[in-house]
Nanobody, 124 residues
Framework: QVQLVESGGGLVQAGASLRLSCVLS????????MGWFRQAPGKEREFVAA????????YYADSEKGRFTISRDNAKNTVYLEMNSLKPEDTAVYYC?????????????????WGKGTLVTVPA
């Protein structure tokens, strides 16, 4: 059974940085494309970033380019999301997801595995 467990969320002030982590278990990590999505209160889930199996190719939503960085450590079965210059509009539950598609592009429809999410709150 594939499991994704996110960590690293919390309450941070605007302008601060935060790093989310997600550990995958239950299948070979190097065969899985990984991504981050988020859902703000009252809004639909949206794509944030994704990374292919090797870590060579990355994909970002336009609004996060330059502020967020996705990376992976295949030796640790872990994907990261480094978030800088956080804004109140970044407040959301952040979900880690995995896809059997080893390379992108990625969207929610092609993700096969989902974590339960971690909450990031950036007060106004």
């Amino acid at each position: 059974q594939v499991q994704l467990v996110e960590s690293g969320g919390g309450l941070v002030q605007a302008g601060a940085s935060l790093r989310l982590s997600c550990v995958l278990s239950g299948r070979t990590f190097t065969n899985v494309g990984m991504g981050w999505f988020r859902q703000a209160p009252g809004k639909e889930r949206e794509f944030v970033a994704a990374i292919n199996w090797s870590g060579v190719r990355t994909y970002y939503a336009d609004s996060e380019k330059g502020r967020f960085t996705i990376s992976r450590d295949n030796a640790k079965n872990t994907v990261y999301l480094e978030m800088n210059s956080l804004k109140p509009e970044d407040t959301a539950v952040y979900y880690c997801a995995g896809s059997r598609r080893s390379s992108g592009p990625y969207n929610a429809d092609v993700m096969d595995y989902w974590g339960k999410g971690t909450l990031v709150t950036v007060p106004a």
